[in-house]
């Protein structure tokens, strides 16, 4: 009676095993959407299944290998729930994907077919041997006495002719071989190089997803399955292509998407963003802070000049950003950061204070703004080593065109541009190609531009303008224990244009905040720029600015000449240190 409770019950285990597996499904899904951070990117996938009621399990292949675990999650709607969803990984023999099958096949063709052109070789250069060694039997026939040879002459001739032209025959076959055998080898290292890049984010493990869901009733059910994954990341990238003539300059606003995650994305919607991806839900704890004193260190007046440093600020707002990503794991590290911040604060100088806010405040600015774009269309980004760009938007702006002479700095005259950015895109900090009237002119570095701020863009030289700088004249005069210099200085400007222009007009004098020295602008021809906002800031740093039109073909004795003349008091004993800053 016992045995037979045993195997019924057993039976009964038996069945339910078989119907828990029974309600196993496994899928692929379909990558739909795609998020690219600074570093990772958010995955989702729309899995669309046939539920039965009640619970069931779901199991989602061919995940990346780059993904990041703790980040799975799934989401649906109606009757269905999502139970719970968890990671596992198994370890398998071989790649399941069909192009690398694909691709593998074709390796182990080239594989064989250098083994047959190097057996091949090896044959035709043995058979080139062979023949050398008849060809010394026909020279020794040669040599000997014709009553005591074997071969008569005009078989040693004939028979040297035939040698030579199976020699000549065999060895341009032995040419071809080589050739074929590098060519092959060079085939061959192609197909391993994108083996490679295929290879790119993939591992010996399956990575797999196991979603716990419960369903209401039978019925059709869509499920979408996100994750992080490493080993994605994008810059911005523009073109900036003038046409002075309208007026105009089309901004091409473009990134450059590095993808080695592991996945392809085919035809998904695709965003990008600079937003930072957390999954963290707790606030971190903030621990108290114990201060004492001691003596001061000789070297901590140095420290504090390099936690001032750009490069240093960045870095501290970096890695602040990483452990904020880690959650309450990191919540040791976020305090002893702090508590490194606060130290700065207390022994610093007000100076070096000021300083520290102010590279904050740069690298907020460049680095705090908070932006995404959902780029239109379906988009296709296989994960590959190589870089791809894709166009976020192209945005045509009117532009305020100007030249720019700085002939204390250069004899070159520079086109530049001041554009609004009135369309609704933010343009985040990045390289530029500039072109103008469809020439490229040069690189250029693009600021961070939010909606509705002005940018100031520079499209190179324009060679039909030019300017010369001379110092006219330079006198000393000693009046009381004071020593006067007066400075003399000539600016002619050339157009060379059949048509007037707009420039602008830059140079300058010191300025000093040592009231022992007396800096002083006796008079300018022409007038100097009224602009306010040159008046309230560059002026007063000693800049000097005017805004001209240079009529057309205005050169030589009819250029345009620009004279100004300063003077410099200062003690007599004493002599002029200039320096930048």
Partial sequence: ???????????????????????????????????????????????????????????VTDLPAKIVPESLYATTSGDVKVLSVRFRERAVREDTREEVKKLDAQIEEVKRKQQHAKKDNE??????????????????????????????SEQIESFTEFLQAKALEWHQKALELQDTEADLAKE??????????????????????????SNKTSNKAKIELSYLVN???????????????????????????????????????????????????????LDPMLVNLSMPVQTQQEEQQVFVQLDNV?????????????????????????????????????????????????VARKEGVSVTYNLPGKLSLPSRSDQQLVTIASVMTKADFTLIATPILTDYVYLQAELLNDSDTILLPGQASVFRDGEFVGKSELPLVTIGEKLTAGFGIDSQVQVTRELEEKKTRIQ?????????????????????????????????????????????????????????????KGILRWDLNLPPNTVDENATVVKYSFTMEYDRNMQIQASRK
Wanted: no cysteine; hydrophobic share 40%; charged share 25%.
């Fill in 231 to 285: 080993g994605a990341n994008w810059t911005p990238q523009y073109n900036l292509r003038a046409n002075p003539q309208k007026s105009n300059v089309l901004i091409e606003y473009n990134a450059v998407v590095n993808q080695t995650s592991g996945e392809n994305w085919d035809g998904v919607d695709l965003s990008l963003s600079t937003a930072e991806p957390t999954m963290v839900s707790a606030p971190p704890v």
């Fill in 314 to 362: 960045r870095k501290q707002v970096q890695l602040r950003r990483d452990n904020i990503k880690k959650g309450i794991g990191a919540n040791l590290d976020l305090n002893e950061l702090a508590i490194s911040n606060q130290g700065f604060f207390f022994n610093a100088t007000g100076q070096q204070v000021k300083e520290f806010q102010k590279q904050l405040a740069v």
């Fill in 188 to 213: 061959l290292e192609l197909l391993t190089r994108k083996r490679k890049e295929l290879d790119a984010g993939h591992s010996r493990t399956e990575s797999e997803a196991v979603v716990f869901v």
């Fill in 1 to 59: 009676m016992k045995q037979q409770n045993l195997i019924l019950t057993l039976a009964v285990i038996v069945l339910a095993t078989s119907a828990a597996f029974a309600d196993v499904q496994t899928t692929t899904g379909t990558i739909s959407k795609v998020t690219v951070y600074r570093g990772q990117a958010m995955v989702t996938r729309a899995l669309d299944v046939d539920l039965p009621a009640g619970t069931s399990e779901l199991i």
């Fill in 480 to 540: 009381g224990g004071n020593r006067i210099d007066t400075y003399d200085y000539r600016i002619a400007l050339s157009n060379y244009k059949n048509t007037a222009v707009e420039l602008q007009l830059l140079d300058r004098l010191g300025y000093t905040e040592d009231s022992s020295i007396k800096i002083e602008l006796v008079k300018t021809e022409p007038e100097l720029s009224k602009d306010s906002e040159y008046l309230r800031i560059a002026r007063k």
């Fill in 123 to 152: 044959n035709a250069t043995d058979l080139l041997h062979k023949f050398r060694d008849l060809w010394k039997l026909a020279v020794d026939g040669a040599n000997v006495d014709l009553n005591r040879s074997v071969m008569q």
